[in-house]
T-cell receptor
Framework: EPEVTQTPSHQVTQMGQEVILRCVPI?????FYWYRQILGQKVEFLVS????????KSEIFDDQFSVERPDGSNFTLKIRSTKLEDSAMYFC??????????????FGPGTRLTVT | GQNIDQPTEMTATEGAIVQINCTYQ??????LFWYQQHAGEAPTFLSY????GLEEKGRFSSFLSRSKGYSYLLLKELQMKDSASYLC???????????FGTGTRLQVFP
């Protein structure tokens, strides 16, 4: 069964450093998302991406964050200068659907980011 | 504003039935999802409701009342492996983003 993959599974970085989290969505999917989950808290939407541009971003997704689809398969989340409060599990998700149509978002296994 | 409420924790016995409730107040609505999440793992899709009524899928059923802003997930014949968090999520009307509740941690005891 096709699945979303993410690398690395765990990333430790120092405050102020840049990190890039990588995702390979399911191959025929067109809509891509990043969510994060701080330990013990709810899953929070960060950004959605379609047709090579951001569709929507949350207030969490400030100028320190960026997303890119550098080739036909990868989808990346970059944090330019990490802060302690960026420590969380970051989930990538993808889907085929458009608004008004039934679909589900498939989640990857996540990258645990620890900022020290 | 966006508000999705679920009980924080529930316990149940193996073989029993449990109902996990979710109430929502969101600025838009285009479907409600239930996901299961084991500790340290990704959410996995369980069910989807966009119209009022009950959707049944094996041991799992989900109900929606849009007028009441209410859904529940019903788990029958509980198994130990059903111990997990259950996340209620509303899909925004204008976008595709999912707005999650805090999740309900279910513990199943023998």
């Amino acid at each position: 069964e096709p699945e979303v993959t993410q690398t690395p599974s765990h990333q430790v970085t120092q405050m102020g450093q840049e990190v890039i989290l990588r995702c390979v969505p399911i191959s025929n999917h067109l809509y891509f998302y990043w969510y994060r989950q701080i330990l013990g808290q709810k899953v929070e939407f960060l950004v959605s991406f379609y047709n090579n541009e951001i569709s929507e971003k949350s207030e969490i997704f400030d100028d320190q964050f960026s997303v890119e689809r550098p080739d036909g398969s990868n989808f990346t989340l970059k944090i330019r200068s990490t802060k302690l409060e960026d420590s969380a599990m970051y989930f990538c998700a993808s889907s085929t659907g458009t608004s008004g149509t039934y679909y589900e978002q498939y989640f990857g296994p996540g990258t645990r980011l620890t900022v020290t | 504003g966006q508000n999705i409420d679920q009980p924080t924790e529930m316990t149940a016995t193996e073989g029993a039935i449990v109902q996990i409730n979710c109430t929502y107040q969101t600025s838009g609505f285009n479907g409600l999802f239930w996901y299961q999440q084991h500790a340290g793992e990704a959410p996995t899709f369980l069910s989807y409701n966009v119209l009022d009524g009950l959707e049944e899928k094996g041991r799992f059923s989900s109900f929606l009342s849009r007028s009441k802003g209410y859904s529940y997930l019903l788990l029958k014949e509980l198994q130990m492996k059903d111990s997990a968090s259950y996340l209620c999520a509303v899909r925004d009307h204008n976008t595709d983003k999912l707005i999650f509740g805090t999740g309900t941690r279910l513990q199943v005891f023998p």
